[in-house]
């Protein structure tokens, strides 16, 4: 960020202290000057950014490259635990612990940028992801003052490497059918724990693990922390995997491992729950690390290009080459707005929550909790750009990027893994839209029925003359249009299938699509607005982020246009479908602009500039 843009930070507002509850985004306008963009980032956040980016790029991409190949567990433990021991002594590893116990406490928001630059670290961000997240936050959220005080500092120094223990054999999606018991041994002094898990990150080398297993015949899981040091645990060969070779990957087998009753973590029955919201952390997350992960596949890209001739010229100028430049960039630029729009809600819901008298645990969770649609919909979209962006920069290194000598084709198969963990990327999306339903019907938090009434006026006004398309009418018509779209597609298809709905996955996928452009669209229209509003940059520079928010649109015009055929086509029969095609066509107007030239045009943006910087 340049030192002019700095200075006009501290001279504008700064972000609403009213948080956004989570869903409205659907139902409500949202003014730009009310969200956080990047450029906000405080001086003390972008040197915790530098640093863990410095790390990684120093200690684990440089290494890599230097020594002409990846890390692997199998073969470089040692060195990996080495560098687990560097990181730690920066003070890595209790990013989300408190002060109290040794750790720093990051907000949510600044945790996820966090997170985004540790992506540079490839397979050992995982290492890292498990010991500051999934292993560690069910400590910190329903640790007893004592569970604290025993296993937080030594987590926050690195010394207790932590892992999470929820996967089976037989139970990985549908977690909470898990069979892994937990029987109370007649002195009433300890659990027994039987059972296999599976997928077990860090295992390897963990000391201490979270395990989820069921307490007699309870209808849900219950969690406990496990030490190593208990005894009845063996583990599994390291998995052979595609990707993130240098992360531990295990079985964990335990038999009658004897775990003192007091390490039960939070009430029995509730494992199952501690599960579920420590996942919807992790998703916004992974969200921010795979954001990261575009950002690197950019810059990787763009110095290749720039560098590599054919025909007597860099192939970074063939418009083929600016294409996947241009498209790469957008996808990141829509990303980070929709990824740190929602990291700043948490952090505003938690501070609402903390006034309201709640505890500080209570109000983080409850507060992430607030936005488990949206953390869902980030973890979908952000894995799959992600998987974009490497392939694209695999293929503008042509059989540089298929080699293993660049690291490209290693970032290829990391990159994979994150459609898989943190609940795939289709549960993801049935997990969206089951959430939504139950706002709008079940709780009623979300008032959507009340919005749905009011889609047939604000349909047949799309067939009145529009005023002008000046300022940012058409960019704004098309956020409340695509959100409007999915109002009125789900809305109708709720109607008619009701229950039956559920079984219709591949149109709750198709919706699930259209929520998601919904939010990365507003996301990132209100991002420009709050930058061209507050006079952030001028010239050139305003004008690739506006042109970046432009192609982003006219790309989910598309992909909604898509998702809505299919949907309509897959249920809706006579003067219905007919009706709802009309009203698809109707609201997903033409939207004229030249994407080749603006792609170009952020290409060579980039190219200038290095690296991405938007
Ligand atoms: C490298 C790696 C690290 C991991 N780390 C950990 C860890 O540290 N701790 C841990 O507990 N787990 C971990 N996991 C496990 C991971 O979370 C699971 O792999 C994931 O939840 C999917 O479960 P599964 O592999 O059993 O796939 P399944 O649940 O069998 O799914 C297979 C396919 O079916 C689909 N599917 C499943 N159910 C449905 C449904 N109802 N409707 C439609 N489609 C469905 C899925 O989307 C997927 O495409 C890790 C996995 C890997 C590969």
Redesign the pocket.
């Known amino acids: 960020m340049t030192s002019s843009v700095d200075s006009k930070i501290k001279k504008t507002n700064s972000p609403s202290r009213i948080a956004q509850p989570g869903c409205s985004f659907l139902i409500q306008e949202e003014k730009p000057q009310n969200i956080f963009i990047s450029e906000e980032w405080n001086e003390e956040q972008k040197m915790i950014y530098d640093m863990v980016q410095d790390f990684c790029k120093k200690e684990i991409m440089e290494a890599m490259l230097s020594r002409g190949r990846e890390f692997e567990i199998t073969k470089d433990k040692e060195e990996i635990l080495q560098l687990f021991d560097k990181a730690s002594e920066l003070g890595l590893c209790g990013v989300s612990i408190s002060e109290e116990y040794g750790g720093i406490n990051l907000d949510f928001n600044t945790s996820c940028l966090f997170a985004e630059a540790s992506a540079y670290g490839f397979s050992f961000a ?1 290492t890292m992801g ?1 010991q500051t997240s ?2 560690s936050l069910p400590i910190v959220y329903y640790g007893t003052k004592d569970q604290k005080e025993k296993y937080l500092p030594g987590i926050a120094s690195g010394e207790l490497k932590a ?5 089976e054999p037989r ?5 909470n059918s898990g069979k892994t018991s937990a029987t109370l041994n007649e002195a009433e002094t300890h659990y027994a724990i039987n059972g296999q ?7 390897g080398f963990a000391d201490i693990f979270i395990v ?1 297993a069921r307490i007699d015949d309870d209808k849900n899981l219950s969690a406990f922390i496990v030490e190593k040091g208990f005894g009845g645990i063996t583990l599994g060969a390291e ?1 052979k ?1 595609l990707g ?1 070779k240098g ?1 531990s ?1 295990v079985q964990v087998f335990f038999e009658n491992c004897m775990v003192p009753k007091e390490n039960l973590l939070g009430d029995r029955n509730g494992g199952f729950k501690i599960a579920l919201n420590i996942l919807n952390t992790g998703r916004i997350k992974l969200a921010a690390s795979t954001t990261g992960g575009c950002k690197l596949s950019i810059d990787q890209a763009v110095t290749y290009a720039k560098q590599r001739e054919q025909f007597d010229t860099p192939i970074a100028n063939f418009g083929a080459i600016k294409h996947k430049i241009g498209q790469m960039a957008v996808l990141t630029y829509a990303a980070e707005a929709a990824l740190y729009r929602t990291g700043h809600n948490i952090n505003l819901k938690t501070e609402e929550f903390l006034s309201q008298g709640k505890s500080e645990n209570e109000s983080k969770l409850k507060a992430i909790r607030e936005y488990a649609v949206e953390c869902s919909l980030l973890k979908v979209k952000c894995s799959e750009n992600l998987d974009y962006a490497i392939d694209e920069c695999l293929q503008i290194h042509g059989g540089m990027g298929y080699s293993a000598e660049l690291g490209i084709e290693m970032g290829y198969r990391d990159a994979r ?1 994150t459609r ?8 993801n999306r ?1 997990l969206s839209l089951a959430e939504l339903t139950k706002r709008a019907i079940k709780t009623k938090e979300v008032d959507l029925v009340g919005a749905g009434k009011k889609i047939p006026t604000y349909i047949l006004k799309q067939y009145l003359p529009f005023k002008s398309n000046s300022g940012w009418n058409q960019e704004e018509r098309i956020v409340k249009n695509i959100k409007t779209l999915f109002m009125m597609l789900s809305g109708k298809a709720g109607q008619e299938l009701k229950e039956k709905m559920v079984d219709e ?1 591949e149109m709750v996928m198709n919706f699930a699509d259209i929520l998601a452009e919904a939010y990365f669209c507003e996301s990132v229209l209100l991002k420009v607005q709050k930058l061209e509003k507050n006079k952030l940059y001028s010239g050139k520079d305003f004008d690739i982020r506006k042109k970046a928010l432009q192609v982003y649109l006219y790309e989910a015009i598309d992909i909604c246009r898509k998702s809505a055929n299919d949907a309509i086509n897959s249920w809706a029969t006579g003067s219905n479908k007919k009706m709802m095609k009309r009203f698809t066509n109707k609201l997903l107007f033409n939207y004229d602009i030249n994407v080749k030239n603006l792609r170009r045009e952020i290409a060579e943006y980039v190219y200038e500039k290095g690296e991405y910087t938007l």
């Not at 139970?171 to 977690?175: K, L, P, R, Y």
């Not at 898990?197 to 295992?203: A, E, F, P, V, Y």
Request: aromatic share 10%; hydrophobic share 35%; charged share 15%.
């Open positions: 995982t498990a999934i292993g892992s999470y223990c929820l996967t139970s990985g999606s549908d977690a898990k599976m997928w077990i990150t860090n295992g989820f998995e995997k993130i992360s990957t893994i898989i963990y943190e609940g795939t990327n289709e549960i049935m996955q």
